[in-house]
Every structure is written in structure tokens, then in C-alpha cells.
């Protein structure tokens, strides 16, 4: 036995001395007011062994079971290095830090918000996961003081974008903020591991939350334990001035929407009235509706993937009759293969798929390269064979031997072709078969536009029709993060559905709503019973 | 073994008991268990000049150094510009006449008592996207001055585990932050995260016996109480040394550090260590380690 395990099993401190010897511990804690904290603490380690340890680890150090598959890793509560704080650079979180994070969970990290939670049992686990770290002993923390915003914005968004230059919040973020700058290939938190430059354009998934107010919070405090330094000192010593700070903050905010974008099972393919747009690139795109998909981590089979760099989709689509048009843009910082990113590769391999620190768990097959492969960027669209007749569809994730799905597969290698799917990695090239794209990549965002004629030369493929909803499924993958065909990231079924004939459409439109709103309905019942059934797709959404 | 444990414990709660009735700081951590090295001085001990002795050493260094490489700064044409003769090297293993340059060397135990905090402060600069100086000792409680002499954005990111971490930005040319540390800590990891190469390492230690060796491996320790002293040697690729050394009144006593090129495959390097958590710690309870001076 290790003498050091005697104190390390538990939370640091006189915890951990009072459980040892409790007849005299109890004498002692219920002395006076120590007893309400003790049982507090008490309280809150059932919560914690209940809901977070499996993450954070018995000993708090944020290397539970679950941690090695975790981009950003949890916290470590003994470090105590938060990040989402109102505190200055280096300073412990305050309660309500602490109690905001538990509300709102930690978006953009595997951190889920606690509805689930009453207010006592937060208090509780709050004050439990503080026993863990001797500097909560110390001292206690204090919220700066922020300024309001003023209000006036009369330079912006001048005033923010020079800021945004001046203050070189592109080297790292990029000049259009999706987290693709020249430092960015080279960002570690203070574990060593790879860490992501926020996507400025998707300010849901920002840590501390959406909206120029967190930004400007997230500005002074900085993001302790990640490469986001506080601006405070700067602001001291005036190098930047509030009004900068606040011009900077909703600029940023201005980056992405002011809300999460909303979800919806149908993407909508109108009919052009003037033609199909030409490439990623023709002005046209800008008046089609889009339609945004959110990808989360294919960790179902192996090879997995826990923290994948593609988080959504954005699918717009078009037809005229004979052909169909789809363009779709996703954000990745990486135009893979690209050698500025080799080290990245090389680390997230070890961070991510080498199963390295934190014992437990499977070991995945992978074998971490020794050295980067060029590896592309790709997506694929998947599509059931033919139009089902009913609700049945292969299995979303690449199908499997019984029922195929059809694929458009293009990576940044070798282009555009269509495919079948027989499973995860099972997959069947079958040339253009009439497809044609065109890719381009800029400021860290891919846009692919693909068109095919909506019947399939011979039936290989999918043929489309007009005024039925058209099962469709996306599958995203970026090289530089060694992700393939089979390791990425992925969405659950979606419908297409091309709009019919104007003419018909007048009386048409209101009864397919009526049809299609139940059917979807329908689906979401038999989904939801489905979920139920196979608890992993659970866990796929989830994590 | 059972009765063992248990006696500790009850021995711990005693002495436990004993600071608390004793108007400690309420921590609860058993002061005795540190050594007594967090007692605060009541003032701070003068070395008499006429008895104050010398330690003159030198880290030797055996071995084929590992190659220093260019550091490629072609993004930043304002640091790679300042390098007019001939570009910007690693930093990691210098050597020069047989010696070892940028290890930290201060005196690990045998000192009595606390010294007074210099009121001067220690710089740390940055130009030409580097850190100067590479390694560097600083005082606990002293001042620690950071200084941005390049005109672009630098960020100072301390990756200390017994000391609070900070990570601030210092966006232009001629601005300055201070901090202190309040914890002895042999090494934190200081690192600029816009620029990967930038990497500075930073002793804390309670007391003014700390040196880093020049470019040719020497350094000196003067003003010591006559003692006999463990110093320790650190470096950032070889890991550390530690060797015993008596110097008498107003003696200079002549002490080496051997490094060799061997060293680096095994090697140990404190660094940023996981805070450990166990009843030899050390952990002082002495309140915030990073304060805010601005």
C-alpha cells in the first residue's frame, strides 16, 4: 500500500482526516457552524459520485474513465484553473461562476447543462468539487468590476474590426474568425493537449456563452488554462480602452447569429426560377434558403471519434425540373493536407485515439502513425438506394450489407463521385455517374456545390422526384485531425424535398404541409422509440 | 500497519489541534509537516559582511549537444527583421567552453529563516519574439516586471501549478504588467501562445541564493551565510542535480555540476508538476500567490 493513497482517495484536507477518525472528527465538525458546510459537502459528494465523477475522476482531477476521449479534457478541480470566470487572470471562479456553469453546461465541450439538479444539490456539489483544491482554502474569489456598455456605437463596426486587427485577435481566431489563424496549428492548453481556436462564427458553441456581454467578460478574465488571455491588464495600463473592448465585443458577437441556429428535419429545394447557380461562388446562393445540419462525433463503432472538428452543416439546395443543385458550406480551420497542420495531426492522434493517460475505457484499434499521412478533407451525402416507400431507412451510418445506402462521397484529394455504402468503411466507388462539383476552400470554410440530373442514368443510384421527402444523411471528416470516411463526424436522417410545380403548388403545398408535418411527426415518435431502443445513437447525440 | 496509520492520524489532529488553539491561520494543515519552512520571518536575517561566504561553480557539460535549429519567425517580419547577424536559434541546450549555460542554480535547504524581499523588481522582456532572458529566478513576494519591447501582440501564459496560473495579453510595444508569486516553485513554464517557439522557464524561490549559469557554464552564489547548503541545478533538457556543498566564514568554496548529453533520454524535469496532494506537500496556506498589483 502507498502511504500518499491515504490522503489522495479523498478530497483534500480535513476531509479527508475527518472520515479517517471519525468519532473525533465528528466531535469536532459539528462544533458550531462547520456542521451545515460538512453536510454540504457530504450532500454534494453523493451528487458528484452520482453525476460526475465518471468524467472528473474520483480524486477530481478531471481523469475519470470517459476523460480520454475528451477535446477539451474536463476539469481539473484540483488545479482549479477555470476557464468561464468574472474573476481576473489566475483567479479562482466565484460561486455564481460556478453555478452558472452547472446551469448553462460548458457549450462547444462534452460539459451538458444540469436541469436535472436542484438548486441545493449545485450548492452542494459546488462546495464538494472546492474541497478538492488547497487554493479554495485561501482565498476567496471576487468578481471584477465590468463596465456597461455604453450603448453608443457610432464607430461600429468600424471601431471593432480595427480592433480585431489591432488587437491581432485574427492570429489565432482568423480574418474571418472561424478559428483558422497562423497560430492556431500550434495551440495547447496547459495540458499539452491540442486545443481549437474558438469559431467566432458559431458563438453557440462559445465556452462562456453567446452575446457581447460574455464576450466582453471573456475579454477581461481571459480563459484560463486554454491559450485566451485576459485583456484586463491591457485595459489597466490603457492599451485598450472600454469603448474599444465593447466595439471589439459585439463585432465578435456579430460574427455568428444572435441565436443557436434553429433545427429542422426538412430541407427545402426550391425551384429556380433563372437557372441553377454555377459553383460555390455564384452570387444566387446568397437568396437560397439554408438549411443548418449539426454533426456530432461518430463514436458507434470503430474507429471513433469523441471531439470531431466538424460540428455542422450548412445545406442549401436547388432544382429546375431536371436537375438538382446542392451547395454546402462547413467550417474547418484546416484545408487538409496541409503540413502546417502535421503536429496537430500527430497530437490529436496521441491525445484522442492512442488512449493514453487516463486508463480504463477500450483501447481503439488505431495505430498512431509516426508520422502524419497527407490526409484529406471529405463529405459524404447518404441516401437510401431508392425513394422508400414507407418510413424505412438503412442505417444512418453508412448503411450495412442488407440495405446499402447511395452516396455522393468527395474528399479535397481525389474530387467528386458517387458510391455505395455497405457499412462503416465498406464502401463501392461507382464513378461521376453524372455528378459534377465544384469545391473551394477560403478562410477555414469548405463550400461544395454538387448537381446530377434528378433521374440516375441507370439505377446504381438514387433517382429524385419532386414533392416527396427524400431521406438524406451527412457524414463530414477533416484530415488534419487524421479523421477518414470512417471516423468523423455525423448526422442522423434528414428529408430532402424538391419543391413540385408551381402550378400544382398553389393547392398542392398546403395539403404536402398538412402530410408532412404528421409524417414527421410520425417519424419523431418512431426516433424517439428507436433512441430508446438503442441507447448508443443516445449516447452519439449526447456527447 | 492498521495501527500505524491510525496513530498518524491521531498524532495529526493533535498537532492539528494544537496550531488551531495556537491562533494559526486556520488552514488546517499541519505546520509541522513542512518543516516550519511557512513561518513567515519576524525580520530578515543580515548577512555580515565580514563572515559572508562565496560559492563559485560551473556546470560542466559532457557530450555532442544537441543541434540547436532556426526558429522560423517568417510571420513575423518585425521579430525576424531584428536578427541582422544571422537568424534566430533554439534555445534549449547552449553551451560554450565545456560548459552549460541557462541552468537555474539556487540553494535548495540549509538556509535559516526568511530574507527580505528585494524592491526591485525582476524583468522579464520580450523582443525579437523571444524571451530575455531565457530562464530566470524571481523572489516570492518580489515583483516580477513584464515587458513587451515588440510591436505586435504577445501573450504571457505561466503555466504554474503550486502558484496560480495567468495567462494576460500584452497587445504593443512598451506596455508592462506585474505580478508576484507567493509560493517557491523550481520551474514554471512561461510560454507565449501566438508565437509556439516562445518559451521561458521561471524560479520562484524564498530567498535571494538563486543564479543562472552564463554562456560558459559559470555562476557564483555570494553573500551566503557560511553553512553547508544542497543546491540543486535545473535544467530544461537534462532535468536536475543536486549536490551538497560547506562553505565557512568568508570562504569561497568551488563546487561543479556535471551534465552530461546522456542525461536527456531519461531525464526528469520539474516542470509545471501535477499539485500533490499528500501530507509532504509543503503547501504553505499562505493565501493568494498571485496578486494583482496593477
Redesign the interface.
Known sequence: MRPARFFRSRPFGRSARSTTIGWLSSTVLLAGAGATAAQDVERGRLVYEEWCVECHGTEGRGDGPAAAYMLPRPRDFVQARYQVRTTGPGELPTDDDLRLVLRNGMPGTAMPAWPNLSGDERDAVIAYIKEFSPFFEDEAPTAMDFSRDSGVRDESPASGVEAYERLECWKCHGSEGRGDGQSAPTLEDWRKHPIRAADLTEPWTFNGGMGAEAIHTRFLTGLDGTPMPAYSDALASSVVTERELWDLAHYVAGLGPADAPTQSDLIFAAQADEGLPQGPSDDAWVEVEAFFVPLVGQVIQKPRQFAPTVDGVWVQALHDGNNLTVRLTWNDPSRSPDPSWDEWQTKISETLYADGESGGGERTEYEVESAPLPLPDGLAVQFPPQIPDGLERPYFLMGDPRRPVSLWLWDSQTGLGQATARGLGEIEALGSGGLTGQADYEAGQWRLTTSRALLAPDGSALSFREGVAIPIAFFAWDGSSAEDVRRGSVSGWYYLYLEAPRSAAVYALPLLATLVTAAIALLLAVRARRSAAHPMEMTAQTT | ?ILK??M???V??LI?SALACGGGDG???PAAETGGEAEPAAAAPVVDPATAATIQGMVAFEGTPQATTEIDMS?EPACAETYTEGPPMTEGVVTGNGGLANVFVYVKEGLDGGFGTPSEPVVLDQRGCRYRPHVLGVQSGQTLLIRNSDP??H?????S?VN?????????AG???TREFSRAEVMIPVKC????WMQAYLGVVDHPYYTVSDGGGSFTLASLPPGTYTLEAWHEVFGTITQEVSVGAAETAEITFAFSADMAKDAHVPL?E??????HMG?D??????S?S?
Open positions: 500497519m496509520r491510525w498518524n492520524g491521531l495529526m489532529v492539528g488552514g488546517g494543515e510571420d505586435l501582440l501573450n504571457i501564459n505561466t503555466q501549478t496560480r496560473g495567468f495567462n494576460i495579453s500584452q497587445p504593443q506596455m508592462e504588467s501562445d501566438v508565437h509556439g509545471g501535477p499539485l500533490v496532494l499528500h501530507a503547501f496556506h499562505q493565501g493568494a500567490s498571485v494583482d496593477r
